[in-house]
T-cell receptor, first 116, second 115 residues
Framework: GAGVSQTPSNKVTEKGKYVELRCDPI?????LYWYRQSLGQGPEFLIY????????DSGLPNDRFFAVRPEGSVSTLKIQRTERGDSAVYLC??????????????FGPGTRLLVL | AQSVSQHNHHVILSEAASLELGCNYS??????LFWYVQYPGQHLQLLLK??????LVKGIKGFEAEFIKSKFSFNLRKPSVQWSDTAEYFC?????????????FGKGTKLSVIP
């Protein structure tokens, strides 16, 4: 079956611009996660959705970052007034139910964002 | 806050050599532990995970990991590596109690296997 997909695969933008990154989770997965991976680092948590609501957004670095999941499926990560430090690979993951922390999180290929 | 340390940044081995990648975590409570792998050009995928029971966990492709609670460690092992094991390996932890569902990852260990 189809895995987690993310679009675009690459995004180049200029400092100060607005970007949207999209994630399509595995069909039927209730939980959706966003992580950010900078060069030489492991993925760092940004936000987690259970259904349509953000259950934990403690990893969002500041108020320029926002994510939505209006119908409980596709999610969009939005970054306003991008800065060069936002350059990273943005990863999306999903899991079936997330009522247990034993579930595997299935990762997508990521969107590589470069802010010039 | 929980954290994960992976001791080796880059490991280079010849084929058939044995592998052990270190992972230590810092957290006061009970945790669930994971090893993920990222092959060149591919996305992160799960190698194995530990929740409870037998502390020696077997995963895919001949990998195993041992949870040693007293050492807060979850080292990854493979008796004989192949060229196809060349990848980056990430250890991750999640608290098993109440609270966030976020995975905390180490910085990763890059493994290069020489034919």
């Amino acid at each position: 079956g189809a895995g987690v997909s993310q679009t675009p695969s690459n995004k180049v933008t200029e400092k100060g611009k607005y970007v949207e990154l999209r994630c399509d989770p595995i069909s039927g997965h209730t939980a959706l996660y966003w992580y950010r991976q900078s060069l030489g680092q492991g993925p760092e948590f940004l936000i987690y959705f259970q259904g349509t609501g953000a259950a934990d957004d403690s990893g969002l670095p500041n108020d320029r970052f926002f994510a939505v999941r209006p119908e409980g499926s596709v999610s969009t990560l939005k970054i306003q007034r991008t800065e060069r430090g936002d350059s990273a690979v943005y990863l999306c993951a999903s899991s079936p139910l997330s009522t247990t922390k034993q579930e595997t999180q299935y990762f997508g290929p990521g969107t590589r964002l470069l802010v010039l | 806050a929980q954290s994960v340390s992976q001791h080796n940044h880059h490991v280079i081995l010849s084929e058939a050599a044995s592998l052990e990648l270190g992972c230590n975590y810092s957290y006061g409570g009970t945790v669930n532990l994971f090893w993920y792998v990222q092959y060149p050009g591919q996305h992160l995928q799960l190698l194995l995970k530990y929740f409870s029971g037998d502390p020696l966990v077997k995963g895919i492709k001949g990998f195993e990991a041992e949870f040693i609670k007293s050492k807060f460690s979850f080292n990854l092992r493979k008796p004989s590596v192949q060229w196809s094991d060349t990848a980056e390996y990430f250890c991750a932890v999640i608290s098993s109690g109440a609270g966030s569902y976020q995975l905390t990852f180490g910085k990763g260990t890059k493994l290069s296997v020489i034919p």
